[in-house]
């Protein structure tokens, strides 16, 4: 593979024509040239198909197909390059059969040999528009009959039959929506569902197409009783998601403060009388945006009951939660999945761009760091925001935090398994569980330090497996439900009983309601010209073919194209049954990259470590149930309970959906909604699409825009002020490490201008080679020291920015549409 990747691009090199051409359907069954004829503008058999010129045959034969060639083969198109324009179209249609002529003439003639057809046949050179003429397809043969008449006019036979196919568009989006919900739309209760796409995927599955999947769906309900096998009817599934909505709503809301202390929280900011935007100000200090829902709370003097909740609206991961009868109570309660998945970006003048249909985006904007403060015991002092806050519960759950935005719900978890049974889930509390492997101590040095940006809910429908690693499949709705509990006399118990309980309630519920949700239309105009090349580029570009990825180590298979990793989403590929084997897994994304391929900050891998990725597979969280030596945790004894979570025994099987261990490395994600979801990488290291495409662009330190109300701050998120349009993410500004808040020692290297200062050595060591470093609530004291969680520094331990370099060979052109299409999903 990689030999005639070589020899591809040297013939690029050698003046390839390197982007876009012509494509077809190939359901033509074209008999093929005859190898005698009357001569050019004439044929000698007749039959099915015959033509009086070589112009009508291209007219009737070949025409068809030129659309295709002209989303890229135009002036100012993505080939309009020095090797491209020897093969250039116009808008007139009624020029292409010139302009085709022309251009075979140019490149010197020739039947089986011509460039004109090598480069859309396998094998052939290095073609930007992929291999659109299989030798077995009846455009290939209608071709080799034109350019034969051409060739040889003498000898001309210009016959051809079958169709010519249809020709599907290149721009297209489902926007996430799962099949259940497309299906559903208009069916009665007791219409059946289709097949779920994400459990195609399976080992064998599309094997040998362009769109290539290693990240393979399981059933982790196989061996569950009946009402916990996935739903069968529209009827079932509605109830599942609505259920699912409901729980995420009211059930979850966990109790944290009164109205009175909500409505007094401005205490804290430093004034001496509630200011009048309190709410927007609220929302800007710790992150917590807009809810696309009816949201209310108590204003001062309201009774909630006899306002319907209260006249202030709470922002998402806050809500006022309701008794038995359902009736307001005044008590504000944490829901704790918004915190992080209550995303928001304000649209262009009065747009909204999140609605309850795309709840879910990923919230790059929770200040963690913040609540914790203003909940310490000096918040309001001079001491704010100088001294950690090391027994607030938010801050011991996001371990590691350095900056706003950031999340670490797989330290968390590691916190939850080391507090808990793994298997009964009452308490069990033991460290050494996540660093003592089965066969001692395996992993000692476990960092526990690295934090993630929060992804989006909606691409759930589209992952065969789930989290950046594709440790679990999407089946494993259990873990869905970690935080769920809300309250702590729910989550620590003696025996998990009631914490078990909830899950097996609403895990499932859950899951139906996220794939419920689709991606947002990019809300700024969309140049479809521009588009439809860069869908052409998405799917069809080998990006280890062109010259500077010679030496990278190439994917595990694909065509190495960003369809190849991402999925396929453009209705003409998703019909192509050389890249999908079936059209329902139209944006399936379900592929692997290790980590020499992706080149990514490894750290988040790192910190998976041995010992938690096989412990796992013996937890509650894999369904063990099914194992022939499955013990009900209620009927273990307590010391087996108590000491077989270090010891595993055959009483603690494996269970149905273990940890992914095949490939180490990260899961390409489905990018549907791609725009609204900056900054990008599995840690939020990159601002923009464009630096993601190309990473000579991306800084090492940076700041979004920063927007002040009154005493308070935080980040912008307004798409007229702080949005870029063009390169698609958040503005920015690079930054010198001098001019990162808090002190200059913590802050840079004296010794090197781009390298990490000697207190980020020193905690980036520690935290990388100690186990539960990470806990340690490191904080600079300097009067602005606070404020370099604004910052996002890659010099971090976790941080790293660098990663999917193979993307620099693409030119600007291509860039720029590759970037209007991901608008388009």
Known sequence: MKGARVLAALGLLAGAMTIAGCNGDYSGSGSGSGDTGAGDGSNSGGGDGDFASTEAFFDAR????????????????????????????????????????????????????????????????????????????????????????????????LRADG???????????????????????????????????????????????????????????????????QVTTCGEYRARRDKGLHFLKDVLPASAMSAEEFNSTWEKWGYDERPENFEEQYRLRYGLNKAPFDNPYPLPGEDPVATDGGSGQLPQGLRQIKDEDGNWTGQ???????????????????????????????????????????????????????????????????????????????GAFEVLITLLDLDSLGLNPNPLKTVVGDSGLQDIAHPLAHTQDTPQWWNLSHRPRKFFDAGVSSDSTRIIMAAGPGEYSLLLSSDGKAYRDHI?????????????LESPPFPGEIDEDLARQGAV????????????????????????????????????YVHDETYL??????????????????????????????????????????????SENYIPPEE??????????????????????????????????????????????????????????????????????????????????????????????????????????????????????????????????????????????LTDPSEDGFDKRLVYDSRILGNGKEGHEFTDVLTEQERRAVIEYLKTL
């Open 504 to 516: 097996a309630e609403y895990d499932q519920a859950v899951e139906a309601f996220l794939l419920s």
């Open 332 to 410: 504000i309660g944490t829901a704790a999945c918004f915190q992080c998945h209550g995303g928001y970006i304000d649209g262009p003048g009065d747009r909204e761009v999140v609605g309850l249909d795309n709840l879910g985006i990923g919230n790059s904007n929770y200040d963690v760091r913040m609540d914790a403060q203003d909940r310490a015991l000096w918040a309001g002092t001079p001491l704010s925001g100088r001294l950690p806050n090391v027994l607030d519960v938010n801050r011991l759950f996001n371990i590691g935090i350095k900056q706003r935005g950031q999340n670490n719900a797989v």
């Open 581 to 626: 084997e079936d059209p329902a897994l139209e944006g399936v994304a379900g592929h692997i990259s290790p980590l020499d391929v992706i080149g990514t900050d490894r750290a988040r891998s790192d910190m998976l470590t041995p010992t938690l990725r096989e412990r796992w597979d013996t937890t509650y969280w894999a369904f063990p149930e099914g």
């Open 636 to 777: 273990k004894s307590y010391a087996l309970e108590s000491a077989d979570d270090m010891y595993p025994t055959s009483q603690r099987p494996s269970g149905a959906c273990g940890w992914q261990k095949d490939v180490i490395g990260y899961q390409a994600p489905p990018l549907y909604g791609v725009w609204a979801s900056p900054p990008y990488f599995h840690n939020g290291s990159v601002p923009t699409l464009e630096q993601v495409l190309d990473p000579s662009q991306r800084p090492a330190i940076w700041q979004r825009r920063i927007r002040e109300e009154g005493l308070v701050k935080g980040f912008d998120l307004r798409m007229e002020t702080a949005y870029d349009y063009e390169r698609v993410g958040w503005k920015h500004d690079e930054l010198t490490c001098a001019e990162i808040p808090g002190n200059a020692v913590a802050n840079c290297s004296p010794m090197q201008d781009e390298g990490p200062s000697l207190v980020q050595t020193v905690e980036n060591a520690l935290k990388g080679t100690v186990s539960w470093a990470g806990l340690l609530p």
């Open 62 to 157: 070949v025409a068809p197909h030129m659309d295709f060639c002209r989303t890229c083969h135009v002036p100012d198109g993505v080939a309009d390059t020095d090797d491209g324009r020897r093969f250039m179209l116009s808008a007139n249609e009624a020029q292409d059969y010139a302009n085709f002529k022309a251009a075979w003439e140019a490149m010197g003639g020739g039947v089986a040999d011509s460039r004109l057809l090598v480069m859309n046949t396998e094998g052939g050179e290095s073609h930007s528009g992929g291999r659109n003429w299989p030798e077995d397809s009846g455009i290939y043969r209608d071709v080799v009959t034109l350019l034969q008449c051409w060739d040889d006019p003498e000898n001309c036979d």
């Open 537 to 572: 580029i998405f799917h069809s570009l080998d990006l280890w073919s062109r010259s500077g990825n010679e030496d990278r180590p190439e994917p595990l298979g694909g065509n190495g194209s960003c369809a190849s990793c991402h999925g396929a989403y453009s209705p003409r």
């Open 163 to 229: 169709d010519v196919g249809e020709q599907r568009p290149l721009l297209g989006s489902s926007r996430a929506r799962h099949v259940w919900e497309t299906f559903c739309a208009d069916k009665p209760d007791d219409a059946e569902l289709p097949a779920d796409p994400r459990t195609l995927v399976r080992p064998g599955a599309n094997e040998g197409n362009a769109v290539f999947y290693n990240a393979y769906w399981q059933d982790c309900h196989a061996e569950l009783p009946e009402h916990k096998q």
